[in-house]
C-alpha cells in the first residue's frame, strides 16, 4: 500500500513537470513568434525607409548627371576651340569651367548599419553591393572634386578670371564678359591650361559614366525591394 501511494506520487511529480514544461515550450515559442513578427516588421519599415531614400539620392543623381553633362559639353566645346579658333563659344556657359557638381547620397547615411542586420542573405548583399558601388562613384567624385577646385579655380584666378559670373550677357556686365573671354581663348594656346582642360575633361566623364551606371542600379535596386516588400 505504501508502495503504491508512493508510485502515485511520483506519477503526479512526473505528470505535473510535463505540463510546466509543457507550458514553457509554448510560452517559449510564442515568444519567439511574436520576436520574429516584430523583425520582420522592423525588416518591411526599413525596406520602405531605404526604397524612399533611394528614390530621393534618383532625384539628387538625375540632377548631378544634368550638370555634369553641360560641363562635358562647355570643356569639349574649349577643347574644339583649341583646334578651331572660329569655332563659337557660348559665354553664358563659361562659367560652368569652374563649377562643380554634388554627390552626396543620403541612402548608405541614413541604412548602412540598419542594413547589416538583415535577415535575408541575398537583400543584405543586393543592398551592400549598391553601396560598394556607390562609394566607387565618390572616389571619382573627389578626384574630380579636387581638380575643379585645386586646379582649375587657382588657374583661372592666376589669370585675371576670378569672377566669372561678369560673364552673363546682360547691359551692365557685357563688356567684361567680353575681357574675360578674350582671356579664356588666350589661354587655350597655353600648353598649361590645355593639361588642366584634359584632366577636367577625363574626370568630368569618368564621373558622367559612374553616375549614369548608379542610377541604373539604383532603379535595379528599388525594383527588387518593391518586390519583396509586397
Avoid: C
Amino acid at each position: 500500500m505504501k508502495k503504491s501511494n508512493w508510485i502515485t506520487k511520483i506519477k503526479y511529480a512526473v505528470g505535473e513537470i510535463l505540463i510546466i514544461s509543457i507550458g514553457l515550450l509554448i510560452a517559449l515559442q510564442t515568444n519567439n513568434w511574436n520576436e520574429e513578427r516584430k523583425n520582420a516588421i522592423k525588416e518591411k519599415l526599413l525596406i520602405g525607409h531605404i526604397i524612399e531614400d533611394l528614390n530621393l539620392d534618383t532625384i539628387h543623381i538625375n540632377q548631378s548627371l544634368s550638370e555634369v553633362k553641360r560641363q562635358k559639353k562647355l570643356i569639349d566645346d574649349l577643347i574644339a576651340k583649341v583646334f578651331d579658333s572660329n569655332y563659337p563659344l557660348e559665354e553664358d556657359k563659361i562659367g560652368l569651367l569652374r563649377y562643380s557638381s554634388d554627390f552626396r547620397p543620403i541612402t548608405q547615411r541614413n541604412h548602412s548599419i540598419a542594413v547589416s542586420s538583415l535577415k535575408d542573405d541575398l537583400t543584405r548583399q543586393q543592398i551592400q553591393n549598391y553601396f560598394l558601388q556607390e562609394d566607387e562613384v565618390l572616389d571619382i567624385f573627389l578626384e574630380y572634386v579636387d581638380i575643379v577646385h585645386n586646379k582649375v579655380r587657382p588657374y583661372l584666378s592666376s589669370v585675371g578670371m576670378h569672377n566669372l559670373n561678369a560673364l552673363r550677357t546682360d547691359e551692365k556686365s557685357s563688356d567684361e564678359a567680353s575681357l574675360h573671354l578674350e582671356v579664356l581663348e588666350e589661354q587655350l594656346s597655353v600648353e598649361a591650361f590645355q593639361q588642366l582642360l584634359y584632366e577636367r575633361r577625363l574626370k568630368t566623364d569618368a564621373l558622367e559614366n559612374l553616375l549614369e551606371e548608379i542610377l541604373i542600379k539604383n532603379q535595379n535596386l528599388v525594383n527588387y525591394l518593391k518586390e519583396i516588400e509586397d
